[in-house]
């Protein structure tokens, strides 16, 4: 006899292999049954050894599973293996969907539980020395998705760009003219801006710029999705690390 009907909504990290917590490792190990996403390394279904793996996720419109579909797939193989866990790059609830499913499950009878992880927004600016707030340069940060369900440029970039906060753009690649054309509207030409592609991976890009340049950076590095912008200055303090290492090593070389 199965175990009552279980969905786990797991976040796996940014990227990194090393950057998923224990209590998702955990979860994994006790899982029936694993659905996981496009940004998710392969590599952490070895912790789910004993389980059924299903890929559902989506690159550039081309869907394994419409949403309908996953949430009916959540709960068929929850009632019929036991325990669902739903595998999801960066923290399911930063623009992860993952509420959304939960909420769709507890309407059958599933039990819900959440194990949060490592955020993109935060953890990828870091691996990069770029902090989202610092003393002296940003005493907030916005995070916000560049586009909307509407496919459109979420409204909530208009109020940012007219903040002194770090702005943390998630899937705005696309939108990066639009979103270049609002800061310089706000006489921010010289904003430091950097996007990284494929954060805390081994194939990680950055691309360091300005609201003025930061296009054609992208242009010339052929940078894309999946990539995380950060616009503000606190992209300064990575190059002040950078120069201050380089100094170090410059004196002791003496």
Not at 37 to 47: F, G, I, R
Not at 106 to 120: C, D, E, F, R, T
Not at 149 to 168: C, Q
């Amino acid at each position: 006899m199965h175990k009552r009907a279980k969905l786990t909504v797991v976040g796996a990290g940014p990227g990194d292999l090393e950057l998923i917590t224990l209590k998702a490792i955990n979860a994994l190990q006790d899982a029936d049954v694993v659905l996981y996403d496009a940004l998710v390394d392969k590599a952490l279904l070895e912790y789910a050894s004993k389980a059924e793996h299903i890929f559902v996720g989506k690159r550039k419109g081309c869907y394994a599973f419409q949403q309908d579909q996953i949430n009916e797939l959540i709960v068929q193989r929850a009632q019929s293996r036991g325990h669902v866990v739903r595998l999801k790059g960066g923290d399911p609830f930063v623009f992860g969907r993952g509420a959304e499913e939960m909420t769709y499950a507890a309407k059958y009878g599933l039990q819900v539980a959440m194990v949060p992880g490592i955020s993109s927004c935060i953890a990828v600016p870091a691996s990069q020395n770029i902090p989202v707030t610092k003393r002296g340069s940003a005493e907030s940060f916005w995070v916000i998705t560049g586009t909307t369900k509407e496919h459109k440029l979420s409204g909530d970039i208009h109020l940012a760009a007219k903040s002194n906060a770090t702005v943390v753009i998630l899937m705005g690649m696309s939108k990066l003219s639009a979103i270049v054309e609002l800061f310089i509207k706000e006489n921010k030409s010289d904003i430091p801006v950097a996007i990284i592609q494929n954060g805390t991976k081994e194939d990680e890009q950055v691309g360091i710029g300005t609201i003025e340049t930061i296009e054609s950076i992208v242009r010339e590095q052929k940078l894309t999705n999946p990539s995380i912008i950060i616009i503000g200055e606190v992209v300064r303090h990575r190059n002040q690390i950078i120069q201050i290492s380089h100094q170090y090593e410059f004196q002791n070389a003496e």
